[in-house]
Structures are given as structure tokens and as C-alpha cells.
């Protein structure tokens, strides 16, 4: 039996912008937040009916001139920090496992539940770092609780099957404390293999509605898995310069899938490297994509 999916009808919003332009906001149930900021980037190259996108991206603009300090602290801005309030370290305990987590939202009964998967060397303060990362995971965090929505960033162990198995404890624990709505699990970099072995475990996908992968490793066989088989939403995003990770690879991965017309996203950030996405993905781009894409 599929992931029971807790679809929001979807919200045609309307914003003005301070010059009293009409601009069409993102499709979703996740209204606008800091749009003017995060969400206003062109769009170079668009193909498959907009499911792959090519992003204009441009390190002294979106770097330099966004950061305070260059990749240490974002301009204020960009941050929102009463968000902090809703934010709770902790150590959970599931089953015979202990798993350290950052939450930020309602510990139950949440409309959706986020889990971030950080890479080599990170741990769950990564995920809630409000300047680095030009203020990314800040806006994450505040499009999360401010709609009703728990965030978690974790410390994974290890990136193999005994990690894979903390973070599938979680996906199970989140589905059950938010009554069954969707879980969504993002892995950035090298945690891009927990989401491999997830995708392989027939108990855990049960409990996902949806998966992002940021800079991650290519997995050739993501399409015959468990997750793929019931359908459930990817988003992609990559830097067309990564230098770990390369961004054909990935790109070869999509295509794959949507041949068959499987609910896929692809966002191709121009000239990035591999930490591009984390910083430039738009989070309720991704989220509104995840929150109302279908079986």
C-alpha cells in the first residue's frame, strides 16, 4: 500500500510587488515568504513542461553581494530569527535507537513533516544554520513552521545501512507523531546514499511522500526501487559545475524517469559547484512541487 499523502488544495496566490507589478506566485499550498529574495531568479533554459530548469546563477551576485560575510553570514535581510522560538534540540529515542535531532515546529500533529540529511563533516547544526548558506535553511525553517510544518535536521552517523536505519526510524517516528500526512526527506552531497538505502526499504518508503536530493550521488538504479515503484515525487537540484558529484549524472537519472512520465523535478543551477544548490534551491518551489505532486 502507497504513502497516504495529505494533499492541500492548491492556491492560485497573487502578489504585488512595490513597484504595483502582478506577479503569479508558485502554485501551492505554501504561500509567499521573502519571495522578492529567494525566488526571483531566471530562468535560462526550460524543457518537459517546465519539470527541468536551467537557473541563472552568479558567485559574485548571489555570494558576494548576498553575504555579509562571503559564505559565513548572509545579510539580515534575509533572515527571519523568531523562528527560533519553535526550535528544540533533541535526542530521540526509537526503538534501540538514539538519534540526535534539531526540531523546529510542533513535536505532533504537523500538516507535513522536512528531514535534512546533511554531508561529510556536517551534523544537524548544519540544517539550522540561519546565515550560512545565504540564509537558506532559515527560510526552510520559517516555511515550515509558520504553515504548520516540524523541521528536522539530524546528525547522521554514518552514511551506510546503520545510518540509513536511524534516518528510517525517523521518517517512521515523524509520519506517525504528524497522524500519516506527508514526510518529506532531503539529502544533500554524500548523504545522498542514507536516500539510496531508503529508497530501497519497502517499510520505510511507506511512510515518505516525497524526496529532494541536493548535489547528490547518481543512483543508476533508482527507478526499478521501492520509492520509484510507487511513484513518489523527486526533486533534483545540481550545479552544472560540480565538481563531486557530476551533474550528467544526475541529469541522466531524471530523464530516465520521466520518460515514463514519473513525477520529477530537475533544477540545473548554471556554472554552480557543488554546494550551489543548497544555497540557491527555492524551498517553496520544492515543497508546493512535493505538496501537491500525485500518484
Known amino acids: ?139 526552510l525553517k520559517n516555511l515550515s513552521a509558520r504553515n504548520g510544518g516540524t523541521y528536522y535536521s539530524v546528525s547522521v552517523k554514518s552514511f551506510d545501512e546503520k545510518g540509513a536505519a536511524d534516518v528510517g526510524a525517523l521518517v517512521r517516528y515523524a509520519f506517525e507523531q504528524s497522524g500519516g500526512r506527508p514526510v518529506i526527506l532531503a539529502c544533500a552531497s554524500m548523504g545522498g546514499i542514507i536516500c539510496q538505502n531508503i529508497v530501497r526499504d519497502r517499510e520505510t518508503v511507506r511512510y515518505l511522500g516525497g524526496m529532494v536530493l541536493l548535489g547528490g550521488p547518481p543512483d543508476a538504479g533508482l527507478a526499478g526501487t521501492p520509492y520509484a515503484k510507487l511513484k513518489l515525487p523527486i526533486y533534483f537540484g545540481h550545479g552544472s559545475a560540480d565538481s563531486v558529484y557530476k551533474a550528467e549524472d544526475q541529469e541522466k537519472i531524471f530523464r530516465g524517469l520521466r520518460a515514463s512520465n514519473y513525477p520529477a523535478r530537475f533544477s540545473l543551477f548554471q556554472t554552480g559547484g557543488h554546494g550551489t544548490p543548497i544555497r540557491m534551491v527555492d524551498w517553496r518551489k520544492v515543497l508546493n512541487f512535493v505538496l501537491t505532486a500525485r500518484n
Open 1 to 139: 500500500m502507497s504513502t497516504v499523502h495529505f494533499i492541500f488544495a492548491t492556491l492560485l496566490a497573487i502578489l504585488i510587488s512595490s513597484t504595483g507589478d502582478v506577479v503569479m506566485a508558485q502554485e501551492g499550498p505554501i504561500p509567499p515568504f521573502k519571495d522578492d529574495l529567494f525566488s526571483s531568479y531566471k530562468v535560462l533554459k526550460s524543457d518537459d513542461g517546465g519539470a527541468y530548469e536551467v537557473m541563472d546563477y552568479n558567485e559574485l551576485r548571489d555570494i558576494n553581494e548576498r553575504d555579509q560575510e562571503p559564505e559565513r553570514r548572509v545579510r539580515g535581510a534575509y533572515v527571519d530569527l523568531s523562528v527560533r522560538r519553535s526550535q528544540e534540540n533533541e535526542t530521540l529515542t526509537l526503538g534501540s535507537r538514539n538519534v540526535d535531532v534539531t526540531r523546529v515546529g510542533p513535536s505532533s500533529g504537523e500538516r507535513f513533516a522536512v528531514i535534512f540529511i546533511h554531508g561529510r563533516g556536517g551534523d544537524r547544526r548544519l540544517g539550522v544554520n540561519d546565515y550560512s548558506f545565504g540564509g537558506n535553511f532559515n527560510r
